[in-house]
């Protein structure tokens, strides 16, 4: 056992020795790239701080106009609204006045027609019934006379009719 200390000693330096190249490898590449780093943060900078500068001055310009534009789009809004609830019960309105106006209409049509057919009724049961009582009785009162003095009949109006003398032959 006393022969593996120094064996363990020699192992042990060898692997002291890989890790200070490998830490010595990680400072030359850390190195390497904070450079590289260093070197974009200079060109990001000189690049893109005036780009940076320029777009908050145009905010700082922009930003009123921007609370201008949203207040009046709320107060636009804010109008186009009560306009459409005034619009929505103008609508209404319209719509009920015109349903009644309808309704008025219906019943004075009804109305109307009933009174004519009222109308028509009373007319020929007072004008038209007697006027043909009357016209049935001046018929008969006529035929009675003209068969009284002797007359000879009436001929039809159809022309189909044949004096009474004339039926024997």
Known sequence: MDKLVPLFIIFTGI?????????????LAVRKTAGRVEAL?????????PAI?????LLVTVKPRVED?????????RMARGQMER??????????????????????VNRTMDKVEETTEMVHRTVVSPIRQLSGLMQGVSA??????????RQPRDGMGVPQDELFI
């Open 87 to 108: 619009l929505d019960a103008t609508v209404n309105d319209i719509v009920d006045r015109t349903r009644l106006q309808v309704i008025r209409a219906d019943e004075l």
């Open 15 to 27: 692997a002291v020795g890989i890790q200070a190249l490998i830490l010595l490898f990680l400072f």
């Open 53 to 57: 500068d320029t777009a908050h001055q």
């Open 144 to 153: 009675g006379l003209e068969f009284f003095l002797g007359r000879k009949r």
């Open 69 to 77: 534009i949203v207040v009046n789009a709320e107060q636009t809004v």
């Open 41 to 49: 943060a200079n060109d990001v900078t000189t690049k893109a701080l």
